[in-house]
């Protein structure tokens, strides 16, 4: 069974760019989550996705946004892009959080804004 | 609001060592409890979970229990392995909602 993945790999963008990084769940799996890893700031959560809704967001501001399709899979767009916004961003997923409470990773896409 | 607090690293041992991770957690709820790990370069990995009260996760020869009453769920292995080397989380959610991470630890292992 295939995993959580992600793309691109990695994605160096200037200041003010816009970012647009894509996720797909594991086979069945409906809900969606991002997270940031900055360094020197830990694991914090982005957005939740949930039957193509979005559940829930965390403490970022407006210019990170995404969407989910309805074959389940995601995106996350980030507008004007800040230096500050470097980071490791991961995907996870899980099945509709009635039925499990356990997300399952991607490998992440690393972005470098310069 | 929730959080998860674990002990900091780095956390240095030789192999075949007995390794032990502190966690704690603040919860309004009835969380379930994780630990994750993260090798170099990679995304990270679900290594166990509970999800009751004295609920024992296991995995690998890792081992963790879910202590209500001291609100606590620390990771242990009895021997630990150079490949064991990695960055361990430890993590709550309520009902399926977002993960809340501690700050990590890293855990290197030397033969």
């Known amino acids: 069974e295939a995993g959580v993945t992600q793309s691109p790999t990695h994605l160096i963008k200037t200041r003010g760019q816009q970012a647009t990084l894509r996720c797909s769940p594991i086979?069945?799996?409906?809900?969606v989550y991002w997270y940031q890893q900055a360094l020197g700031l830990g694991l914090q959560f982005l957005l939740w996705?949930?039957?193509?809704?979005?559940?829930n967001r965390g403490n970022f501001p407006p210019r990170f946004s995404g969407r989910q399709f309805p074959n389940y899979s995601s995106e996350l767009n980030v507008n004007a892009l800040e230096l500050e916004d470097s980071a490791l961003y991961l995907c996870?997923?899980?099945?509709?959080?009635?039925?499990?409470?356990?997300?399952?990773f991607g490998p992440g896409t690393r972005l470098t804004v310069t | 609001g929730d959080s998860v607090t674990q002990m900091e690293g780095p956390v240095t041992l030789s192999e075949e060592a007995f390794l032990t991770i502190n966690c704690t957690y603040t919860?309004?709820?009835?969380?379930?409890l994780f630990w994750y790990v993260q090798y170099p370069g990679e995304g990270l990995q679900l290594l166990l979970k509970?999800?009751?009260?004295?609920d024992k996760g296991s995995n690998k020869g890792f081992e963790a229990t879910y202590r209500k009453e001291t609100t606590s769920f620390h990771l242990e292995k009895g021997s630990v392995q150079v490949s064991d080397s990695a960055v361990y989380f430890c993590?709550?959610?309520?009902?399926?909602?977002?993960?809340?991470f501690g700050k990590g630890t890293t855990l290197s292992v030397s033969s």
């Open positions: 509970a999800t009751k009260a004295d």
């Open positions: 993590a709550l959610s309520e009902r399926g909602t977002a993960l809340i």
């Open positions: 996870a997923s899980s099945l509709s959080q009635a039925y499990s409470y356990e997300q399952y």
């Open positions: 919860a309004t709820g009835y969380p379930s």
């Open positions: 996705y949930d039957e193509g809704e979005e559940r």
């Open positions: 086979s069945g799996h409906t809900s």
